[in-house]
């Protein structure tokens, strides 16, 4: 493998995780007066990197290994492919356009913001009618097979077309809104409300820290800071990977399982293989393999029974006031309890694909052409109602409470739930090859299930595509199948239906 | 002033201050697995700065600005002015040189370190030796007019040489040594260890962030953090200075006077005109007048009567048991307390002039090719002795007690003296200017002081040379005078002599 070529593909990633420093110093310890200076530094390391990607240089040294990769080096095979598709999707896009969109997205999000605050979608209207046609212009550029709408989900989700995404994503659909009919009829169940006392944050702090140990975030190459939005950034490779918490003293979940969210995408991150560091050989898959390893670790272990027969003794010590009349049962059931709302972070584990299914149908809609963006606001709460039984009263609460698509990003937010299907098949297959997983949880060992996700995923890198990888780690391609036989069992159970 | 040099010049100082964010990072919050990828990191965006400096576009704006530059035009002289001085540094320079000495230092200071920590002197002769050799081709290759050693200092203090250098410096031991004498006769004074009783690090934070703002640290602009060795480094610009303390609860003035100190230098950065930011412009005229800041604020207000008049009540309520039998006199004189001692950093007002004098007349020598290394031991005894009356039982304690010249850094140590002189003549005309200055001190009132330092040197940046910058601030060329009446006067009343 060419030296020259690795050494260019990693100054590259050392540009990318430079960018990155700058972005977590300052969502975490940046002073307010760094801004200004904070955003010309940003601008530079990004343009130097994408000029170092779109060299000429790094075109003559891509070409010439392309036609001298050894086919059984998958190291070199995983490095030359990926710089390739990454130069290429660089490549293609004229400085100017993506100037336009870095622009025009900016000025969008903070339109977002005010249009959201005051639920007026009218002052949005325009940023997005711009947005959607430079998207378009985007895709054709890139190129498509099917429809543009490929184009731009391929930028998060290697390989996923609408065409394969859509059958999936209807069928899931017709398994969850008759169990949530199920659900509403067998009212009340659990009473969410308890996770709403007050819960003093330094012990939050406390058993966050404990449940991050437990599940093995290492925190000799990593750290856990404050931040307004939880995230996890990865700084110096799997050395060195960062995440986030918020902790809201009336709203225990944030911080619970806002932690072991980043946890399980942090953990994926300090799995990559450090001897690549700096090259896509360690870094993840796509969005939607990363998004199963953090729903795996916060819905499939983390709001589990076996989770909470050991911790919630904890927890309970920790918050003996706000706990006092609860039990395990009634802790679990909050923590897990299902109704319609408006509002997608909010969502519970089975009204939440019914959020991102209705987003992919309306965004791919947009971009095919097919809805016009004054007619959102109507195609939002019509699909809404008949998917949820209520209907938004306002934008705010509707089509306006994403940023998403004011930053430009439509082909985004089917990664979330296509990890979420991802989690469940690759959590149902470590059902299958570790002993006694639910026992092993319950005795707070994660070791297992820690090695098996090390050996089966995070080892590899962007080495497979999401697809080949959900084949070879699970015998099968991706379906529904897991997550409706496991989140019918579990809201079975809670609401005793 | 043509603006594509100008915008070169900046990134080349955003590049710096992507550099210094990487560097505060790794000493204050980056985990320990991040190491080996920040040094790749490290090494990435100095590359990238050098390059951006020595390049032929760099070369060709600077000729054609240098050529049409507007005499009135400061800003454009400035920039131009340091601009040329930074790229012939670095231009005269050959790369095989500068790799030689960057490797060279770093494998000379881990042999340091191990050489101080058994006291084997002649475990570090071999790489002093060679850096010494390293040094005069520097030397050599820059240019000089008098003396080798000129070039190597000009780095840190421009203008300096050491023939002005060198009487300033004589004259100044004759004053001091006479003092010390009578001091010793006089003998006991105050008693130093009261300040090594318990002192709680939590309280001790409580009177560092209230010293920090009473003197005007912008905490919007920058921020304190925590870290081995105290430091202030300008993260991006004057809108983000970040400093660093370090507790030792046993021993109270680490802490107090390093905040007041690493805040002076911060208070100077962060007055620095922002609207020039990372240009020569918005950059400290030199180390000596950086350290003329700090030692300013550290010593001749933060060790003053005056200043302890007003925080003395505060330090006595947050330390009441080991402040129990003291009092604003005897906290004022061990704060003060003057006795020959073997290490640098811990040396008083007085003796720490001589610390340095010594150093730079031994670094003079080395470079002249006048000490030979393996004499460098009992040169420095020899010259300890006839200076402090006290002999170094080993060479820990002598001459290998600092980090300098195992980095390579000749010519840096002088800029330490000349930072207390400078600091005790720019206070002095404070004191003619500024109407009751005491008194306001006394009043925690340092507005006065801190507009008339940002008035007269923040905010010119590099405009002004350090000697043409003590004239025009003065009226006078640099000289003892003013810091020998201080610290006559100060230790007199202290001994009562």
Redo the contacts between chains.
């Keep these: 493998m060419d030296v020259k070529l690795v050494e260019r593909v990693?100054?590259i990633g050392?540009?990318k995780?430079?960018s990155a420093?700058?972005d977590w110093?300052q969502e975490t310890?940046?002073?307010?007066?760094?801004?200004?200076?904070?955003a010309?530094?940003y601008a530079?390391?990004e343009t130097?990197a994408h000029q170092k990607l779109v060299s000429e240089e790094t075109r003559t040294l891509l070409e010439r290994a392309e036609g001298t990769v050894d086919a059984d080096d998958f190291v070199a095979e995983t490095i030359v492919r990926e710089t390739r598709r990454s130069y290429d999707r660089a490549a293609k896009l004229p400085a100017e356009l993506v100037r336009e969109i870095a622009h025009t997205s900016s000025l969008a999000k903070d339109a977002w913001a005010k249009a959201r605050a005051e639920s007026r979608f009218a002052d949005l209207s325009p940023w997005l009618t711009k947005l959607i046609d430079l998207k378009k212009q985007v895709a054709e550029r890139i190129g498509y097979a099917a429809e543009p709408y490929d184009a731009l989900m391929d930028e998060f989700e290697p390989g996923a077309t609408a065409a394969n995404v859509d059958p999936v994503f209807r069928e899931l659909r017709e398994k969850t809104v008759p169990l949530l009919n199920r659900v509403m009829t067998a009212r009340p169940g659990p009473d969410p409300a308890i996770l709403d006392r007050h819960y003093p944050r330094d012990r939050q702090e406390k058993i966050c820290r404990r449940m991050a140990e437990a599940i093995g975030f290492?925190?000799?190459?990593?750290?856990e800071?404050v931040s307004v939005h939880p995230f996890c950034m990865t700084?110096?490779?799997?050395?060195?990977v960062?995440i986030t918490t918020r902790y809201l003293k009336n709203f225990l979940p944030a911080a619970l399982f806002g932690t072991l969210h980043e946890c399980g995408h942090a953990l994926y991150e300090q799995g990559l293989p450090k001897e690549h560091?700096?090259t896509p050989m360690a870094e993840a898959a796509s969005l939607g393999i990363h998004e199963s390893q953090s729903r795996m670790w916060e819905n499939l272990v983390g709001r589990s029974r076996a989770f909470w027969k050991y911790h919630y003794a904890h927890v309970e010590s920790l918050f003996p006031e706000a706990l006092r009349d609860e039990s395990l049962d009634s802790f679990h059931g909050a923590i897990n309890a299902v109704r319609p709302s408006f509002i997608r972070v909010e969502a519970d584990e089975l009204t939440y694909n019914l959020h991102i299914i209705l987003r992919f149908e309306l965004e791919r809609a947009m971009i095919r052409g097919d809805l016009r963006v004054g007619d959102i606001p109507a195609a939002w709460n019509e699909k809404f109602t008949r998917m949820f039984g209520i209907t938004p009263e306002n934008d705010a609460q509707g089509c306006l409470q994403d940023i998403h698509w004011s930053m430009g990003a439509f082909g985004y937010f089917p990664t979330y739930t296509l990890g979420n299907l991802y989690a469940a098949q690759f959590f149902a297959q470590a059902r299958q090859d570790i002993h006694g997983l639910d026992d092993r949880i319950a005795a707070n060992d994660h070791a297992a299930l820690l090695g098996w996700l090390r050996e089966r995923i995070h080892r590899h890198g962007k080495r497979f595509r999401p697809g080949e990888l959900v084949q070879r780690v699970t015998a099968k391609p991706l379906s529904i199948e897991a997550f409706v036989g496991y989140i019918t069992k579990k809201v079975e159970a809670i609401y005793s239906i």
């Design positions: 990693k100054d050392r540009l995780s430079v420093l700058l110093d310890y940046m002073p307010a007066g760094g801004v200004a200076a904070r010309e530094q530079l390391i130097l290492d925190f000799h190459s990593g750290r800071d700084i110096g490779g799997p050395g060195d960062r560091v700096f």
